[in-house]
């Protein structure tokens, strides 16, 4: 097993290229030899805030240039970060607190901050991490070993409050070596970061562009929508991190008269299926872009990546596994399928993260050891591998419905929307508490009767939903996605 921790490879970096630009926010930039010193200093800081091996850190900070050195320096002292996107409800916030139990919160957030000295645990703000960054306090001894936890990572089901899924310095070390000899960040590539770090797709693209010695430029949320493409221009990106929702706003965006064009050279996406027709615009109005479609989990980061376009040459797979891992499929009973047969996707290798964190019973349920030293994470997720080791996704548990006594993924139906003629953006509701059939939500300059109809060229007849609601946007969680639960309100207004 490896014996590499989270902050090697900063150190790596700035032994290599110390003056070369790291992480920039659009008002100051920082060269891997500054982010390393500053790291360095923020660990002793914690160490002097009383952060020992094992504690947990809640980071709840604007995803400024400073942010890559907290990390590090979290991991260099031996503790485990915990990024949370700030606001947020405050139960879900009491929720983390209660669960990760911090030593220390660094946030600006004024309800995480009450909720936090309520419970007694000391707060510090954004300026006073700063400041540490440039003075610093006694060195942070002793050293993780490889094994020991460094990252919580809280992510949602479709029920209940947020599990986090535990992270060890050698599983994300691996992760990161494993994606990128596949994605190939360069040292001179600007990597654009507008996913937040709460996010692991966001995260990770802070560790990915150390190992690559790229430069990487974390954007302001805001510059999602209208700015987008001016601050893509601006920081001269070539690399993008994608969700579909960023995507399809930046095909509107460049499909204006008289548009600038970024140097983006690869466009990467993952945590929901892209729209072939956004993908194909994209390229049409950027012509030296490469796409790179992923598959994964925050419990194991990502399962598989496909080579740089290869979607073009086998439309609907979403990858191969990582180097060193391996993914296929299983029946009902836990029997492992042949290449080819649909079945429960399951992910094996050193990626596959050490559980959640006190959920023994949940993580028995889904990290099983089944043969060899390593776990194999049984995902949840239905779909085929094929006979050249391609992932084909069909569908997650919680996306498979029955429709007219026929199962469905709402994946499949959401897909068929996009090559509707006319709609802009598509999520599906599927039936729940007593409706009947599902219910098909959409961005379009069309009627919902007219959405429903041209779907039926789209779609067997038994797979249309039962009904379309036609809305001027729809709602996404923070990370980009469809939010489903607020479709769910959105559905009882509709129906009531």
Known sequence: MSTELLHDLLDRTADTRPDAPAAGDGTVEFTYRQVRADSLRLAGWLRGQGVRRGDRVLVALPADATLPALLYAVARAGAVFVVLRTPAPEVALAHVLDDAEPGLVLTDDPVL????RARGVPVRGAAETRRAAAIGGAPASPAPLAVDPVCLIYTSGSTGMPKAVVSTHAQVTFAVRAIQSELRYRPDDVVHVLLPPSFD???YQIFLSTVAGARLRLGDPGDTGGRLLATLV?????????VPSLAIN??????????PRPPLRLLTNTGAAMPPEVLAGLRRLLPGLAVQLMFGLTECKRAAIMPPDADLRRPGACGRALPG???????AE??????GVRGELVVRGPHVMAGYWRRPELTAQRFRRAHGLFPQLHTGDHGHVDADGYVHFAGRRDDVYKEKGTRVSATEVEAAAYRVDGVDAAGVLPPADGRDGATLFVVAALTPADVLRRLREQLEEMKVPARCVVLPDLPLTGNGKVDRRALARLAGEHNG
């Open 113 to 116: 901050t009450g909720l936090s």
């Open 201 to 203: 797709y966001g995260l």
């Open 234 to 242: 601006e920081s001269g990106a070539t690399v993008l991190p994608c």
């Open 250 to 259: 930046l095909l509107r965006l460049l499909g204006r008269a008289g548009a």
């Open 325 to 331: 891992t391996e993914i296929f499929t299983v029946d």
């Open 334 to 339: 836990g029997r492992r399928q042949p290449p």
